[in-house]
């Protein structure tokens, strides 16, 4: 179970290790996108994603004994580099397993923080980080599927509804589903009136359909420029709350990914990931549930993003 | 005279016009510029820089019979975008003579707004705005040298102290001097212990030396990445200001430029032009007259970059 106490109890575990990150408000872009636009800039934070949160709640939530072992985990890249922070913090060996279609930028800041990077298919990486935690007996850290990871990442929530009191929705990318079963557990608990809207890309769609079914389905493996959002099925753990909790996912087309980038760039002079600038791609495609009087925080989830990746735009 | 309460007057005049622009704390930043590290984000601004703030500070304030018959200013870019937007909202016609080397988005920015556009050489620009207004009737827009220019300006100084009331240092880029006599103005006044600090081109050193010198000195045309930092003379009117209350001003070489604007965009996720990433430069050049402990402010002036020139970098 997850409930407000875990992620006010992350909050002070994991306060003087990470950044409150800015709220940041956008006015130049309210026309273009038909609300009035806010960002929470996740991008900003340390190792430049929220996960670190969840990394770090997690770890500091173990027993040292078998911290000391060192820890696995498979990642599509700013996961990773927020456990192997959080390992050199800790003095433990970390390995981290990542698809072969990990961008540079993000392989390289795992390791230059001195761990271990293993790369396999992206369907594989499931059972590599099983086999490397039974041979060597490091424990699994998880990207999403674990309520102390999910604690970890809702901290974001109780910061946003402290540095934006009068927001009425937030709009959070969706992967494995971590972040947003997270937020949308503290947001809920402190002002249910807020809406939480998730956005996938539409050729990953797990969240939506296995909402619409009723159950947790794997949908089939593709490309996405939206390279953190590439989980085939919602967790175990974060399905239900997201059913519960959450108001609306939405789907977003690539063509809308690139231009949700290049907006918040060259409009909103902000540097994002392709899978943070998907909200801003879906209110570009017209299609997030929102009013035009409404506040809406879009949760910019990350920003490791090369110079080559900024130069293919 | 430039005085607190015409900045103050400015203020409530442009007020429903122009953006109250975040403050954006970047910790991430702190290490490698030796301070703490916040940001005015003038680049968020309607029309991408602090010159509109000036240019409708000073057209909101001429006579009716004046302002119809028109308006000519001479811009290396981003005043004439200020000025041909307030043009568009006074209904009035705009020409805008720029340098031959203006970057094109500034030029696009010009046109789309309806203005007229003259290009000439850049030594040329003041004699070919005199024509223009003798030819015409229009009023010239100087873009620094004039007191409700600074006025306008300065409200950026004005909002910085209360959105961030335990700033230490604000850095600002130097071109004429119009923000900087602004600034200063309205900061010295609240707020005399606030450090301001000048930051020009090392190519176009036309403020350090005049001070040195202790007259206007005219330097020598030079090429410079900083393309809105460009005026070879302090301008008339400016000069005594800065003289009086500007506690620094230091150089940046081109490469600095170059790196604070990379800095800025990768480490900060912030796009500035390479203008307004100037006083990043400077710090990262180690130049800064700022301590470790100190609260510093960076004016970013503008973000009219095109995207030929972020590939550029």
Redesign the interface.
């Known amino acids: 179970m997850l409930k407000l106490d875990n992620i006010q109890a992350a909050k002070m575990k994991i306060a003087s290790y990470i950044?409150e990150t800015?709220i940041?408000?956008?006015?130049?872009l309210d026309e273009l996108l038909h609300c009035n636009v806010s960002l929470k800039?996740e991008?900003?934070?340390?190792t430049?994603s929220f996960k670190l949160r969840g990394a770090l709640t997690k770890m500091l939530s173990m027993p040292l004994e078998q911290l000391q072992q060192g820890v696995v985990a498979a990642s599509s890249g700013n996961h990773g580099i927020g456990v192997s922070f959080a390992a050199k913090l800790l003095n433990i060996p970390a390995t981290i397993v990542l698809p072969d279609t990990a961008p540079p930028i993000k392989i390289e800041g795992i390791r230059a923080l001195g761990a271990n990077v293993i790369q396999c298919k992206l369907a594989e990486r499931q059972g590599v980080t099983e086999k490397l935690s039974l041979e060597h007996g490091y424990a699994i850290i998880h990207p999403y599927d674990d309520y102390d990871i999910m604690a970890g990442q809702g901290t974001v929530g109780l910061e946003i509804l402290q540095q934006l009191p009068h927001v009425d929705a937030i709009v959070v990318p969706i992967g494995g589903g971590g972040l947003i079963s997270g937020v949308a557990t503290a947001v809920k608990a402190m002002a249910p009136h807020v809406k939480i809207i998730g956005v996938e890309p539409t050729v990953v769609p797990r969240y939506s359909e296995s909402l619409q079914a009723g159950e947790r389905l794997l949908v089939k493996e593709q490309k996405s420029l939206a390279d953190a959002l590439l989980p085939l099925q919602p967790g175990e753990r974060n399905f239900p709350i997201v059913e519960k909790l959450v108001d609306a996912i939405v789907r977003v087309d690539e063509a809308s990914i690139v231009s949700g980038m290049k907006t918040l760039?060259?409009n909103?002079?902000?540097?994002?990931e392709p899978s943070s600038a998907i909200g801003i791609g879906a209110a570009l495609q017209g299609i997030l549930p929102v009013a035009k009087s409404d506040h809406v925080c879009f949760l910019i989830s990350g920003?490791n993003v090369g110079?080559n990746q900024?130069?293919s735009?």
């Open positions: 950044y800015p940041i408000r956008l006015q130049g800039a991008n900003m934070q340390k430049n760039l060259l909103g002079k902000i540097l994002a920003g110079f900024i130069q735009l």
